[in-house]
T-cell receptor
Framework: GIQVEQSPPDLILQEGANSTLRCNFSDSVNNLQWFHQNPWGQLINLFYIPSGTKQNGRLSATTVATERYSLLYISSSQTTDSGVYFCAVEPGGGSEKLVFGKGTKLTVNP | SQTIHQWPATLVQPVGSPLSLECTVEGTSNPNLYWYRQAAGRGLQLLFYSVGIGQISSEVPQNLSASRPQDRQFILSSKKLLLSDSGFYLC?????????????FGEGSRLTVL
């Protein structure tokens, strides 16, 4: 099956710093989403981005489908950005299921 | 607007006892429904998904089963829990992923098997 690899596995930042999280996938995908899991376990959608670039406030994401990777940018990080960021993909062929990477755990210190 | 609810939020069960986790979606019809498990560590493992009533796909052979008795209701069950069933269980819904749908998660149910 498709492989989804996220890097780095852990990231520690000072408040105000910028960061880039990466997601590599091993095959073509129909659907790619980024999620944030807060310290209480709630998973929140950040972006639906199978290709192209999107921005939402301090967060932006870019997916280069032909090269099989996606990037999530966090600018001017805040302590509330702490948590685990997941990339998830739906393999091509219409499987109707998302395969998740193992996540990047982000800690933003004040 | 659409909402998803799952319960109970937390439970502690002895080994060998049964399990029933429930999930309901409001504000949409014929959603895809999913059960994921997040064990110690970070990864989310897809357990079951359903694209319609009576249609259940199992991803991992295990001690659990799923049912979809109504269009917007998804139930995760076990007849006899094992220690390895402990974890954080998440229900989710979407419209067609292939059609560009996004996945939305419930609040999660934290299960401890003793």
């Amino acid at each position: 099956g498709i492989q989804v690899e996220q890097s780095p596995p852990d990231l520690i930042l000072q408040e105000g710093a910028n960061s880039t999280l990466r997601c590599n996938f091993s095959d073509s995908v129909n659907n790619l989403q980024w999620f944030h899991q807060n310290p209480w376990g709630q998973l929140i959608n950040l972006f639906y981005i199978p290709s192209g670039t999107k921005q939402n406030g301090r967060l932006s994401a870019t997916t280069v489908a032909t090269e099989r990777y996606s990037l999530l940018y966090i600018s001017s990080s805040q302590t509330t950005d702490s948590g685990v960021y997941f990339c998830a993909v739906e393999p091509g062929g219409g499987s109707e299921k998302l395969v998740f990477g193992k996540g990047t755990k982000l800690t933003v210190n004040p | 607007s659409q909402t998803i609810h799952q319960w109970p939020a937390t439970l502690v069960q002895p080994v060998g006892s049964p399990l029933s986790l429930e999930c309901t979606v409001e504000g949409t019809s014929n959603p895809n429904l999913y059960w994921y498990r997040q064990a110690a560590g970070r990864g989310l493992q897809l357990l079951f998904y359903s694209v319609g009533i009576g249609q259940i796909s199992s991803e991992v052979p295990q001690n659990l089963s799923a049912s979809r008795p109504q269009d917007r209701q998804f139930i995760l069950s076990s007849k006899k829990l094992l220690l390895s069933d402990s974890g954080f269980y998440l229900c989710a819904w979407s419209v067609s992923l292939a059609g560009g749908g996004e996945l939305f998660f419930g609040e999660g149910s934290r299960l401890t098997v003793l």
